[in-house]
T-cell receptor, first 113, second 116 residues
């Protein structure tokens, strides 16, 4: 099946700093990528939909200035958490879509101290 | 609006016994239905999907699911559970008649615990 990678898998940063998470589709081109956030023992919450070459579409309640998404190519989307705070600590998962199916990255565990 | 309900937070089953993880959905049009499995600190792995055709769908690792339109359900099943099946399972739906966003909506997840 299609493979989606995320980097880093785990990051710890200090409050007030910014963190960039990369999501790559390794063996296919994805016109649409999604970013999700997952709290412990909870389901995935869609944060935004990212289309290559255009601005991301953010879900209601997600601050676009805080969670910057860039989809510069058909194989790479990035999520930058700006001025991170402890409440931003979470598990972030990206996903890339091919036709009917979505393939998910392994996730990035962000801890803000 | 589309939604998915997984009524059980946790399902416990003994190894070797059949398992069922329940899922019901709501869409305005026709559904695309999916099951994913998540292991601790990992992303989601695709198990199976229903798009059209045969109501009984077979997927990875011996799992299958049955699409029931009248009951708007898509329960996940396996004839004989393994301890290694213990994980978090998510049902998801996309409305094939809704082109806006084409996004998946996930259920709350069901933790499957298989005991030896």
């Amino acid at each position: 099946g299609a493979v989606v990678s995320q980097h880093p898998s785990r990051v710890i940063c200090k409050s007030g700093t910014s963190v960039k998470i990369e999501c790559r589709s390794l063996d296919f081109q994805a016109t649409t990528m999604f970013w999700y956030r997952q709290f412990p023992k909870q389901s995935l919450m869609l944060m935004a939909t990212s289309n290559e070459g255009s601005k991301a579409t953010y879900e209601q309640g997600v601050e676009k200035d805080k969670f910057l998404i860039n989809h510069a190519s058909l194989t790479l989307s990035t999520l930058t958490v700006t001025s991170a705070h402890p409440e931003d600590s979470s598990f972030y998962i990206c996903s890339a879509r091919i036709v009917y199916e979505q393939y998910f990255g392994p996730g990035t565990r962000l801890t803000v101290t | 609006a589309q939604s998915v309900a997984q009524p059980e937070d946790q399902v416990n089953v003994a190894e070797g016994n059949p398992l069922t993880v329940k899922c019901t959905y709501s869409v305005s049009g026709n559904p695309y239905l999916f099951w994913y499995v998540q292991y601790p600190n990992r992303g989601l792995q695709f198990l199976l999907k229903y798009i059209t055709g045969d109501n009984l769908v077979k997927g990875s690792y011996g799992f299958e699911a049955e699409f029931n339109k009248s009951q708007t359900s898509f329960h996940l099943k396996k004839p004989s559970a393994l301890v290694s099946d213990s994980a978090l399972y998510f049902c998801a739906v996309r409305d094939m008649n809704n082109n806006a966003g084409n996004m998946l909506t996930f259920g709350g997840g069901t933790r499957l615990m298989v005991k030896p």
